[in-house]
Nanobody, 116 residues
Framework: QVQLVESGGGLVQAGESLRLSCAAS????????IGWFRQAPGKEREFVAA????????NFADSVKGRFTISRDNAKNTVYLQMNSLKPEDTAVYYC?????????WGQGTQVTVSS
């Protein structure tokens, strides 16, 4: 079992930054991929970014490339999503996800609201 706890959400103005954290506990294997997804009201949950726990390789949705970065601190079992140049369309609940083959775990989500 893996437990994920997100934090760092809040209300910011367009152009500002936020850093989200995803703290993982439980049986964390090096082959997990840790991802961030988001869901805006009335919309499907969508992929934002992901990082390999093993080698730190990352990928991003086109909508956030160049603005968001993802990193991990293996010693703290924590993944960070640094969000810069935020836009109102980034407003959503952000969820952390850990996946390895058929095993998928989700956090409870953290709200990010960007005002124009």
């Amino acid at each position: 079992q893996v437990q994920l706890v997100e934090s760092g959400g809040g209300l910011v103005q367009a152009g500002e930054s936020l850093r989200l954290s995803c703290a993982a506990s439980g049986r964390i294997f090096s082959r997990y991929t840790i991802g961030w997804f988001r869901q805006a009201p009335g919309k499907e949950r969508e992929f934002v970014a992901a990082i390999s726990w093993y080698d730190g390789s990352a990928n991003f949705a086109d909508s956030v490339k160049g603005r968001f970065t993802i990193s991990r601190d293996n010693a703290k079992n924590t993944v960070y999503l640094q969000m810069n140049s935020l836009k109102p369309e980034d407003t959503a609940v952000y969820y952390c996800n850990a996946a390895l083959l058929s095993q998928v775990y989700w956090g409870q989500g953290t709200q990010v609201t960007v005002s124009s």
